[in-house]
């Protein structure tokens, strides 16, 4: 089993910033793919960022020069500084990992998400 905790959210005022982690622990063999999601009230859930094993990123074009995704593989940690916040960022961030176990089976995991409130 494994778990991934985020920290982080909080309120801030617009133009702000924030840095929200997510840790995994549990049976963790290797972890592919992170990911940071986000959902605004009455919305979808929405891919942020995503950094692979390797270090390559992909980013929403919402959040593009504005939101930095890293991670420490050593950690088992995904970050995501998220700078030059609006009204509309608000939303619970979700962080996603896809996870090799001991027994080599893979599977996606979420965490329960943390709350980011961006006030104007």
């Known amino acids: 089993q494994v778990q991934l905790v985020e920290s982080g959210g909080g309120l801030v005022q617009a133009g702000g910033s924030l840095r929200l982690s997510c840790v995994a622990s549990?049976?963790?063999?290797?972890?592919?793919?992170m990911a940071w999601y986000r959902q605004a009230i009455g919305k979808q859930r929405e891919l942020a960022a995503v950094i692979s094993s390797g270090g390559s990123t992909n980013y929403a074009d919402s959040v593009k020069g504005r939101f930095t995704i890293s991670r420490d593989n050593a950690k088992n940690t995904v970050y995501l500084q998220v700078n030059s916040l609006k009204p509309e960022d608000t939303a619970v961030y979700y962080c996603y990992a896809y996870v090799v176990d001991s027994r080599h089976h893979g599977m996606g995991y979420w965490g329960k998400g943390t709350l980011v409130t961006v006030s104007s």
């Open positions: 549990g049976n963790i063999f290797s972890i592919n793919n």
